[in-house]
């Protein structure tokens, strides 16, 4: 019986200190950036809702970045603001339909 323990407790030790060993990060370390805003090399804040609703081209920039790669973009703060921006207009311009026209 002494001998059987001897020979397992060694191999259980190995199989503990090697259980962590291959596994794989959740988050990839090359996953893209959020989708750039500026041509400049340092970081930028990102943008407000009322800023994507001023900018519309910049806000469809942002969109097709974020629809293109949305497992890796679609919860980064520029795409949930350009998001809740594209809503925001597209709810004023039904009201606008609605009143007949933009005031």
């Known amino acids: 019986m002494k001998h059987k323990f001897s020979c397992i407790f060694p191999a259980l030790i ?10 794989e990060e959740t988050q990839p370390k090359d996953a893209p950036a959020p989708p750039a805003t500026s041509d ?17 081209e910049e806000m469809k920039r942002i969109l097709k ?30 009201k606008d339909a609605v009143k007949g026209g933009p005031k």
Do not use: Y
């Open 14 to 23: 190995a199989v503990v200190l090697l259980t962590g060993c291959g596994k």
């Open 65 to 94: 970045a974020c629809k293109d790669n949305p497992g890796a973009l679609s919860k980064t703060p520029d795409c949930v603001n350009a998001n809740a921006a594209r809503d925001k207009l597209i709810v004023q311009e039904m």
């Open 40 to 56: 400049t090399a340092s970081p930028t804040p990102e943008k407000t809702v009322s800023w994507f609703m001023s900018n519309r």
